[in-house]
C-alpha cells in the first residue's frame, strides 16, 4: 500500500521561508516522478512543482517560479519542497503526489498522479 505523508507547514510572515517534505513508503519510489500541489479556500487545486524519477528535470507553476524548489532524495524515499520569499497568496494546503506512469516525463496535470498525500496547511501573513 503506497502511503505519502507530507510534513513541514505552518504559519509565517510574508518574505519568510518553509519547506515541506513527503515521505513515502510502500511501492517503488525511484523510478516514478512526483509533484506538489497546491489549493487554497475556494479555489481549484493547483500545480507547484514537479520533478522526474532522477530528478535531472524540474517544472514549477509561473507563481512559483524563482522563489521554489523542488529536490528529491531517493535513498530516502523523500520529496521537498523548498518555498523561499513566500507571500500571503501562497496560503494553501500543499499536497504531494506520486506519477502513475514509471519513468514518465514531469507534468502539471493532476491526472498524472496516482497516489496522494492528505496535505499540509501553509499559511502566510501579510
Known sequence: QV???????GLVQAGGSLRLSC?????SFSF????WFRQAPGKDREFAAGITWSGSR???ADSVKGRFTISRDNA???VYLQMNNLKP???AVYYCAKATIRLAAVTTSSSSYEYWGRGTQVSVSS
Open 3 to 9: 502511503q505519502l505523508v507530507e510534513s513541514g507547514g
Open 23 to 27: 515521505s513515502v513508503s510502500g511501492g
Open 32 to 35: 516514478y516522478g512526483m509533484g
Open 58 to 60: 524540474t517544472l514549477y
Open 76 to 78: 530516502k524515499n523523500t
Open 89 to 91: 497568496e501562497d496560503t
